[in-house]
């Protein structure tokens, strides 16, 4: 038996565009524009003026709130100016635009004791620690749960289409995504910890099984989609079933990132803050490869360095499945930026939208076990009470359903509809009860 | 690289479309269509082109007259089309297939909003309504034609007048007729007096097993609604031996019904305790009928039943969502 969850999809992975590329240094071009929005909640506030000097690793956002992150400059140069500029998310924020004066002069953090639980979680704060497989969640946030933790996983499923960043980090840097791994379950307190490897990547396995130890195991699962989404992956080692609404650690378990362990060894060991990252740049309308690119760096850039090609009908940022399509390439590089695909038709495999067929593959797939057929009847007739019974907020937007549906129906956007829909819902009763 | 297109994710769909779906299933009765010419001859054929030709043009026509966009091309009427023409004697004249082939899309199906909004299998209604028209035609069943005796063509002599003057032989269901003795073999086969693709329960299969692998249905219908309808024919008493049990499934509709028509998208459950239901559903009453009532054939009116059950299945069984606890559990934690 594979280890695996129930349901999901297996999208063509497409990993073979990129995955035998190394990692290389994207060449830094000469205007950076970081945005303060790097992470779900508040945005930094901007902690430079414009005409400052500032240097790589210099503070340049600072966290706003405690669900916030700190936010780093990744070259050495002139704050030019302080604007609105595009997310890769949609909307906006603003961005420190600093002008690289290429002599990369560098400030980094106060060494630690690597031993010391505090002085660790302290630095994933202070090192802008965010969780680096889209989600953006800041890591300082996961690290101070209130239920007890006792086991560590860390998702290297990767399971999303085309990207290889973790895979190629697995490859290049595995002794320190262990000791950056060892450094979590020091902060965290826990004994165990266990790293998924989808099984379509057997030179990974590999490579990490070989540096198990006693305390950090290596999971091989089986190469489904979402296999890397937490719920799933949780039952998929564990066995444990993160309740309706709750948070992995409502289980004992906190689950992060292969990246973010990487980036918590850079901030640990050599005390870098994040301001750099891997990522894929992949599909089949451009070159691939990847980079090891610093935040800051606009989509303008990547595209003009990897030959894209001109019959591109997409850029999505993120993955395929999970990703967000970009409407101009404005949007810089975040900490989040797993990838930037440049895809063409072909890859889409789009048709015209079509009548349900009631056929229940988006049921079949759904690893939530919801049925997004009856969703988006309801969220078309409009009856907000019938969405309680369909536990619209179970949806975790994986997206199986719609890439299962032989109707092409954008099952996914009615969800989201849904859930809004549900909020104003329960807004409403709350007020009415609050009435009374 | 001037239009970059935006859109919701996710952004990349699966290969299977309405429009391949429906060829799949049209292709998997194709090995039923051929059997059906092989032991009626090339008015099988006729009749089954007539009823794909009726439902397409009564799709066609019913958009038309609502100036919707057209549907025909998602073949899902070519497949009611050849299901209903499957479902109809050899001996039937012309223009049954053809008001058949017209009632099950225009009224059945578009009536009610198209695709996937049907309440019943559009080319079963369709049956059924023809065999309460036309109660002779549509209980005229005839022996295999004999292609040595040059009887390619033979059934055609039916196309104006139907049944009349050809040598009825038997009805459809072994367990209605107790003078007639079928050899298993030749009923599994297909050597058998039938519907045009009742007959042949290796066609069937063959077809079947390939939707089956396929996953275009879902096998649990067929297997539970046969395994259904033979422990309670069993239980009712109508087995003279245990010899006919496999008599009882190669025969009539159960075959067809169960793969083909039980297994219809728009009006089967969607989860897997309203598929067992469903399809437990429709053998049971299968047996019924089949066993102790008026009808020949109870298939039709089983399945026509649980469809219309399966609004009311969809609508109080719902999967258990990832993650919910039930509710004593959460009770006993406060």
Known sequence: MRITFKRGVHPNANKSLSQDFPIKEFPCPDTLYFSMSQHIGAPAKPAVNVGDRVLRGQLIGEASGFVSANVFSSVSGTVKAIVNNPTAIGGSAVHVVVENDRKYEEVTLEPIDVNDKEAIKKRIFEAGIVGMGGATFPTHVKFAPKEKIDVLLINAAECEPYITCDYRLMLEKPAEIFKGVEYMMTALGVEEAYIGIEDNKPRALEIMANMETDKIKVVPLKAKYPQGAEKQLIYAILRRTVPMGALPSAVGVIVDNL???????????????????VMTVSGRGAAGGNYLVKTGVRYQDIFDYSDVGEEIRKVISGGPMMGFSQANLLPSVCKGTSSLLFLKEEELNESEISQCINCSRCAKACPMHLMPMMIERVVNREAADELEKLNVMNCIECGCCSYSCPAKRPLVASIKKAKIMFKAEAAKKAAKGGNK | MKNLQM????????????????????IALLPAVIASVVFYGFYALFITLLSVGAAVFGEALYNMMRKRKQTIGDFSAVVTGVLLGLNLPVTVPFYVPIIGGFFATMVVKMLFGGIGRNFANPALTARIFLLLAWAGFMTSFVSPINWANGEAFKYFECALKGADGVAVVTSAT???????????????????GGSLGETSALALLIGGIFLAIRKIIDWKIPVVFIATTAFFTLVFGKFQNGAELPLLLFSGGLMLGSIFMATDYSTSPNTFWGVMIYAFGCGFLTALIRSFGGYPEGVSFAIVLMNILTPLLDKFILPKPFGKQKKEKVKEAK
Not at chain 1, 259 to 277: D, F, G, M, Q, W
Not at chain 2, 7 to 26: C, G, K, L, N, Y
Not at chain 2, 174 to 192: C, E, H, M, N, Q
Request: no cysteine.
């Open chain 1, 259 to 277: 990246h973010t362990a990487y980036s918590i060894y850079e901030a640990v060991a050599l005390n870098k803050p994040l301001y750099e990252r």
């Open chain 2, 174 to 192: 072994r367990l209605s007729d107790d003078s007639v003795i079928v050899p298993v073999l030749d009923a599994f086969l297909g050597r058998t």
């Open chain 2, 7 to 26: 859109s919701v994710s996710p952004h990349i769909t699966a290969r299977p479309t309405t429009r391949s779906i429906m060829i799949e299933v049209v």
